[in-house]
């Protein structure tokens, strides 16, 4: 379990479930490094975030994750950050991404390209990144923001998209098998639909979608229980998950 406080760097924290996030964790006690590319907003977050606790600590950092160097660099920056202080880097949040696809074959080469760039290529860097830190304390956490998209291959826009979302999955369980006994520990969350900027709630249907504030309070208990993987909210992904996994081809289809 959590020890209180920790430092929890989380990655695209500039809005939706990152920046939910971030306020959730505050609240439970916990300083933060966050980092996006819209460094005003991170700016805004944090003016928020201490106005209700002022007692936290709350660094910000501009980071495009499509830049490798740059990854390495804004995690190495606030490692020393906490470092001066006599803290480590205790939780990784990888969280950064984005949502655009098209069909194969449709001429959308260049979406599907950022989507697996971004998605996967510096999802690598930044899991590269926070390993490079957690091996040196010999300690930490380092959670992955999957998708159930992740768990079975989809159709049309979302092709690419999920594939992404399994391949970053598979990293994170690989890196659990690893360090099976070790003191660094690693968690993948596959989130249903969560009402952010990155989704459009007119598209689902029955109520499915959860508020930011719902799905991430799911998540971040996942994440203080340290948990190995969990479908977020559990109601309806965890029994959800079963039939994505195992429906026929003709029902699956029309699932999707």
Known sequence: MSRTPQTILITGASSGLGAEMARQFAALGHDLALCARRVERLDELKAEILAAHPERRVEVRPLDVDDDDQVFEVFRAFQADFAADGRTIDRVVVNAGIGKGAKLGTGGHAANRQTAMTNFVAALAQTDA???????????????????????????????????KAAIAHLAEGLRVELHGKPIKVTVLYPGYIKTEMTADGAVEGGMMASAEKGVRAMVRAIEKEKASAYVPALPWAPLSVVMKHAPVPVFKKMV
């Open 130 to 164: 926070a390993m490079e830190i957690f091996r040196a304390q010999n300690s930490g956490h380092l959670v992955m923001i999957s998708s159930m998209s992740a768990l079975r291959g989809l159709p049309r826009e979302l092709n690419t998209y999920a594939a992404t």
